[in-house]
């Protein structure tokens, strides 16, 4: 770590030879002839990396990046945090892998998560550990179906769970879907409350889907026969970063209650300080019955678990839910200090405040750019949404891929999602340098001058919508009418 509290590579982004630069090319190649054609991530950053440093990557030809991805939201805490790396340097030394026999690491990591799980949870849950976040969603609509007595969940439009065999039946996407010998299951779908494009009407916020849900569970015709659990990712996350309004999980909380119905949050992209909170279901004070936490836990090392209410069930069979890789001691270790991080820290608060300018800064560039529709998003987890209209709302994958493809080339990292890859979504580590910051939006409004203007660019653009979840944001102005920095002086 740099004496001045640096982590990342100081001189990002720094371009020496345009990506893919040779010695990328050859390794991304060697790979095309080794591995399979599905390898997806190499079409979207097409790098082969040498380092990873705090918020910065550095491929193998020397260039650069600012990492806006951060391994999908895995790595709240930069690349290599110090503290990670010492308590994995540490296990790494005792012992790797020990079945679920209890060790040092599993203990304390236990008595650091329990405390500070959401809500209710806190201090009263039970944990089942598994290993990747569709294996946690898989386990814990198992363990609701148990618990209950019932088969049957409802998942939301728009929603990510995993596509492993069972997950990928709660996932909504068709691209996911087509690929799985495995689909099926016992899963109703229910319209997620998208202020941006609502499915059941503009004005119906989250009333228009709990009314479908009530019409699901009251009618004998609805043609759903039992229903066991709620599976919500408090925001959506490959869904495109969708904010849902502030009344919907208290109100779906209050529908759960009323039937019955277990709540179960998924939390493993939107945990672990991401949003600005501990937790993404914190900002509506809701406690789900069961939760689902992977990506960030671990710090990179794949870890992945399930806490749910101690009184759900009496007891469950030994063996309920199995796998070699459950609660594997490196990531154990890793775990206990991501969470004495966040904990000890001002991390998250210092997230959920930098987040807001990030939203305020990424609007003031809609003004000029009307092919940006909708910005949203908590904390580090900002959609910003392109469309070839602002008025009809058209999504604009294209011109998102094309911000992709122009960032890349300016040394900064930025993934899409959504159903038509139409939002751009930032999710930086959390650790990310000010000064890293401002370079990356330096680099994005450069972009967004260089894509292709959207055919109704040219025309006057319509003041662009306040989404309807967040409070109406004006852009602070500083110095010369430009928006103020990131953290105007002595702000943090
Ligand atoms: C909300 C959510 N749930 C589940 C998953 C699946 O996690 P994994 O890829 O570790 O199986 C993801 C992955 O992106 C996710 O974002």
Redesign the pocket.
């Known amino acids: 770590m740099a004496a001045d509290g640096w982590r990342s590579f100081p001189d990002a982004p720094k371009i020496v030879h345009p990506p893919p630069g040779p010695r990328s090319r050859a390794l991304l190649a060697r790979q095309a002839e080794l591995e399979t054609d599905a390898v997806a991530y190499p079409g979207y950053f097409p790098i082969a990396v040498a380092e990873g440093r705090g918020s910065t990557i550095e491929d193998v030809d020397g260039n650069r990046f600012i990492d806006w991805v951060a391994g999908?939201s895995v790595l709240n805490l930069g690349h290599r945090h110090p503290r990670l790396e010492a308590a994995l340097r540490a296990q790494s030394e005792r012992v790797w892998h020990a079945l679920e026999l209890p060790t040092e690491a599993r203990i304390r990591f236990l008595e650091e998560l329990i405390p500070v799980l959401p809500g209710g949870l806190a201090g009263r849950a039970k944990v089942l550990f598994t290993v990747?976040?569709?294996?946690a969603?898989e386990t814990a609509v198992s363990l609701a179906e148990y618990a209950t007595g019932r088969a049957g969940v409802v998942a939301f439009s728009g929603a990510?769970?995993?596509v492993?065999g069972g997950?990928v039946n709660l996932t909504a996407g068709r691209r996911y879907r087509a690929t799985s010998a495995f689909v099926g299951g016992r899963v109703v779908r229910v319209p997620f409350p998208d202020p941006y494009r609502s499915v059941l009407g503009a004005d119906e916020g989250s009333a228009g889907t709990i009314r479908y849900l009530e019409h699901l569970v009251r009618d004998p015709a609805s043609g759903v026969d039992d229903l066991a659990a709620v599976v919500v990712?408090p925001i959506q996350?490959?869904g495109g970063y969708v904010v849902p309004p502030d009344d919907f999980l208290p109100e779906l909380r209050a529908f759960c209650d009323r039937h019955g119905l277990l709540l179960i949050a998924?939390e493993?992209?939107s945990g672990l300080g991401r949003t600005g909170k501990f937790w993404a279901v914190d900002h509506a004070k809701v406690t789900p019955d069961i939760v689902?936490i992977?990506?960030s836990i671990g710090g990179g090392i794949p870890l992945?678990l399930v806490a749910y209410r101690a009184d759900l069930v009496k007891e469950l069979p030994r063996g309920f839910h199995l796998g070699t890789y459950r609660g594997n001691p490196l990531g154990l270790a890793v775990g206990v200090e991501v969470l004495r991080e966040l904990k000890t820290t001002d991390l998250i608060a210092r997230t959920a405040r930098r987040g807001d300018r990030l939203i305020d800064r990424f609007r003031s560039f809609q003004a000029d750019h009307p092919s940006i529709g909708d910005v949203r998003g908590r904390g580090f987890m900002i959609g910003i949404e392109f469309v070839d209209s602002p008025t009809r709302r058209t999504p604009w994958g294209d011109g998102a891929k094309a911000m992709r493809r122009a960032l890349l080339q300016r040394g900064v990292l930025m993934h899409t999602a959504g159903a038509f890859d139409q939002v751009l979504r930032f999710m930086a580590p959390l650790v990310i340098e000010d000064e890293l910051l401002e370079r990356g939006l330096a680099a994005f409004e450069a972009a967004l001058d260089e894509i292709d203007p959207a055919p109704e660019r040219t025309v006057p653009a319509p003041a662009p919508p306040a989404p309807r979840s967040l409070a109406p944001r004006t852009a602070p102005v500083g110095a010369g009418g430009r928006p103020s920095p990131i953290l105007p002086s002595g702000a943090d």
Do not use: F
Request: charged share 25%; net charge negative; glycine share 14%.
């Open positions: 999908i990747t976040g569709a294996d969603v990510y769970h995993g492993h997950a990712e996350g490959e998924d493993v992209q689902c992977a990506k992945s």
